[in-house]
C-alpha cells in the first residue's frame, strides 16, 4: 500500500490535530495568579504599569492604588510622631478586622526605583495592617512628591495634625528639620503644613528648653506656656526655678516666681539677708507690713484685689467653681494676695493645709465683705478701675478704724 496522503485525508489530521489541541488547552491548569507578595501595583485587581503611575497622582487628585506591603519604605526621621503607641496601634488593628481600612495610606512613588512607594502618612495603619498579616494595602500615591522630600514631610504634618494632633515637641522637631534641611522659614512652614504662624514659632522656641522640659512637655505635664516663660529665663534663674516647674505649673506661675527671685537676688547682693532666723523672720515681718501698707494706700490696687475676691466668692455661691474662668480668678486672686505680702507662696493654699487654707479663706471672706460693703449695687464686673478707687477708699478708712 502506498504511503501517499490525498488531501482529504491530510485535511482530516489537521483537523482531528486542532481538536486534541483544543481539547488539552482546555483540560490544562490555569495559569497562577501573581504572588502576593509582587510588587505590582493593581487597581481593582488590574495590574498597573509605572507609566501610569508617573502620569497621574496629585494633592487634589491622588491615584488610588493597592500595593503588596512589600513596595512601601519607611524612611527614617520621616515620621513626624515620635511615639507609637504599640496598644493604640493593636486596637487599630482590630477595628481595621471588622470594619476594614478606612482611609487609605500615602505613599510617593521612590525616584529610580520603579514600584518602590516612600510613606507619607499612616505608619499606624500600615503597622496595624502588617499585625493582620495582611499582604497588600490601599494607598493615595502623590507623584507630585516624588522629589519634593520637603513638601512631603509637609504634608505628613498636616495629615497627622488633621487625624490625631502632634504635641508641641513633635511639631517642633519637624518644623526644626524643615528650617535646617531645606531652609524654609516659619512663614512658609505655616503655609505648606496649614498650621498657625505663631503655633510654628513656639513650637520651634520650644526645641530651645532643656531636655527635660521638652520631655515634661510632649508628655503633657506642664504646658508649652510654662516651658517657653521657663526658656526665656537665663541660667541661673532656671537652676533657681527647676523645682518649680511642677506638673500643671502655668506660665503666670513661673513668671510671678521668676519676680520673687529676681527681688531676692536684688536683697542678696545689696546685702540685706541674714542667716540669723529670728533677725530674718523680724526683718520679713517688717518688709510684709510695709507691703501691705503700701499696698491698701493704693485705691486702685485695692479696689482690684476687693473686687476679685468678690467675684470669687460669688461664683462659688452659684456653683460655678469647676469653670476655666473660675480657676483664672482664682490664679489671680493668689497672685494678688501674694504681690501684697498676704501669701508666703503665689500657690493657693490647699484643704490639705488646713490653718493655711483656713487663713486664705478667711482673707478671701474679709476683703469681699470689705469691698461689697462698699459697693451695694455692684453685681458685674465692670467699671473695676473705677470701683477699685471707691473701694480702696473705704478699705483704707475701714484699715484704719
Known amino acids: 500500500m502506498s504511503d501517499t496522503k490525498t488531501p482529504a485525508t491530510e485535511k482530516k489530521k489537521v483537523a482531528a490535530d486542532a481538536v486534541a489541541a483544543a481539547k488539552a488547552a482546555k483540560a490544562a491548569p490555569k495559569p497562577a495568579a501573581k504572588a502576593a507578595d509582587d510588587d505590582t501595583p493593581t487597581v481593582h485587581g488590574a495590574a498597573v504599569n509605572q507609566g501610569d503611575i508617573n502620569k497621574g497622582g496629585t494633592a487634589k487628585s491622588p491615584l488610588p492604588l493597592i500595593l503588596p506591603l512589600t513596595a512601601i519604605i519607611l524612611e527614617k526621621g520621616h515620621n513626624p510622631r515620635i511615639h507609637l503607641d504599640e496598644e493604640k496601634i493593636k486596637e487599630l488593628a482590630k477595628d481595621i478586622k471588622v470594619n476594614g481600612l478606612l482611609q487609605p495610606i500615602s505613599v510617593r512613588p521612590v525616584p529610580n526605583k ?19 498579616e495582611h499582604t497588600t494595602i490601599p494607598v493615595m500615591v502623590r507623584t507630585d512628591l516624588a522629589e519634593d522630600p520637603a513638601r512631603a514631610k509637609a504634608a505628613a504634618i498636616a495629615e497627622n495634625e488633621v487625624r490625631e494632633g502632634l504635641n508641641p515637641v513633635e511639631l517642633g522637631r519637624a518644623f526644626a528639620d524643615l528650617r535646617s534641611t531645606y531652609q524654609w522659614t516659619p512663614a512658609k512652614i505655616a503655609t505648606e503644613t496649614g498650621v498657625n504662624h505663631q503655633k510654628v514659632r513656639r513650637c520651634l522656641d520650644i526645641m530651645e528648653t532643656p531636655k527635660d522640659i521638652q520631655t515634661k512637655v510632649s508628655t503633657g505635664e506642664i504646658s508649652l506656656g510654662a516651658a517657653l516663660e521657663y526658656a526665656a529665663l537665663d541660667e541661673d534663674q532656671r537652676k533657681a526655678l527647676k523645682d518649680a516647674m511642677k506638673p500643671g505649673v502655668s506660665a503666670a506661675e513661673i513668671k510671678a516666681a521668676a519676680k520673687q527671685h529676681a527681688r531676692e537676688a536684688e536683697k542678696a547682693s545689696k546685702g540685706e539677708v541674714t542667716h540669723d532666723g529670728k533677725a530674718a523672720t523680724r526683718k520679713k515681718g517688717a518688709e510684709r507690713s510695709k507691703s501691705v501698707a503700701a499696698w491698701r494706700g493704693n485705691r486702685e490696687k485695692q479696689g482690684m484685689i476687693g473686687l476679685a475676691c468678690s467675684t470669687l466668692l460669688k461664683s462659688e455661691a452659684a456653683g460655678d467653681d469647676s469653670s476655666p474662668d473660675y480657676h483664672a480668678v482664682v490664679g489671680a486672686v493668689t497672685a494678688l494676695l501674694w504681690s501684697r505680702g498676704d501669701l508666703n507662696e503665689i500657690f493657693a493654699p490647699t484643704k490639705d493645709n488646713k ?6 479663706r478667711n482673707l478671701l471672706a474679709s476683703e469681699a465683705k470689705v469691698y461689697d460693703a462698699a459697693h451695694p449695687t455692684d453685681q458685674t464686673t465692670e467699671g473695676v478701675g473705677e470701683g477699685g478707687e471707691e473701694g480702696g477708699e473705704e478699705v483704707e478708712e475701714g484699715e484704719g478704724t
Open 114 to 132: 520603579d514600584g518602590k512607594f516612600s510613606l507619607i502618612a499612616g505608619e499606624r495603619r500600615f503597622r496595624a495592617v502588617g499585625l493582620l
Open 355 to 360: 490653718a493655711e487654707y483656713n487663713t486664705f
